[in-house]
T-cell receptor, first 117, second 107 residues
Framework: GAGVSQSPSNKVTEKGKDVELRCDPI?????LYWYRQSLGQGLEFLIY????????KSGLPSDRFSAERTGGSVSTLTIQRTQQEDSAVYLC???????????????FGDGTRLSIL | GQNIDQPTEMTATEGAIVQINCTYQ??????LFWYQQHAGEAPTFLSY????GLEEKGRFSSFLSRSKGYSYLLLKELQMKDSASYLC????????FGAGTTVTVRA
């Protein structure tokens, strides 16, 4: 009945490796967002999916970052050739709709804590 | 660009009132959200303002002045469990977040 589910909850990997983070949004939510939260910092927008529209990738920090959303539901965020500065908590959120002006709150998952050694 | 400012830390006594201010300068505005985030947990929705004025929800109230680019979150009858980070976020289809205000409630 669940809320937004993210996996893994923690990931430790070596610099240079690729990682995949998964997000399972609340059933029926058409909008899905990825954010990054570094220690002591606010949430940084990464990417936004709305229904079948092309995603808004304006927040992705580099071309090492990519995301996809299959079947309008589950999303994966992939970071290639990880760097130490990629260490952060990656949060996924979903909402009923994502159109500008919507008052639908975004519901967050517990995040994936990524540590790059 | 987006510029959202809120104080870094606030401390208050159990039972007291605390007001967390948020000022913003953003390229778009379609409402302002407040979220609560306990350490190591996901942010949870508290309130949403799109029109000027005060929205009250139990012990929590939120105020918005669009002309001043200003909002505040008011926490009344503080409880120890209210110790958390409070995030101000401006909605322009995606959320732009402030860095958060860490509130510590002392007995």
């Amino acid at each position: 009945g669940a809320g937004v589910s993210q996996s893994p909850s923690n990931k430790v990997t070596e610099k240079g490796k690729d990682v995949e983070l998964r997000c399972d949004p609340i059933s029926g939510h058409t909008a899905l967002y990825w954010y990054r939260q570094s220690l002591g910092q606010g949430l940084e927008f990464l990417i936004y999916f709305q229904g079948n529209s092309a995603p808004d990738k304006s927040g992705l920090p580099s071309d090492r970052f990519s995301a996809e959303r299959t079947g309008g539901s589950v999303s994966t965020l992939t970071i290639q050739r990880t760097q130490q500065e990629d260490s952060a908590v990656y949060l996924c959120a979903s909402s009923l709709e994502g159109a500008a002006g919507s008052n639908q709150p975004q519901h967050f998952g517990d995040g994936t804590r990524l540590s790059i050694l | 660009g987006q510029n959202i400012d809120q104080p870094t830390e606030m401390t208050a006594t159990e039972g007291a009132i605390v007001q967390i201010n948020c000022t913003y300068q953003t390229s778009g505005f379609n409402g302002l959200f407040w979220y609560q985030q306990h350490a190591g947990e996901a942010p949870t929705f508290l309130s949403y303002n799109v029109l000027d004025g005060l929205e009250e929800k139990g012990r929590f109230s939120s105020f918005l002045s669009r002309s001043k680019g200003y909002s505040y979150l008011l926490l009344k009858e503080l409880q120890m469990k209210d110790s958390a980070s409070y995030l101000c976020a401006v909605n322009d289809y995606k959320l732009s977040f402030g860095a958060g205000t860490t509130v510590t409630v002392r007995a």
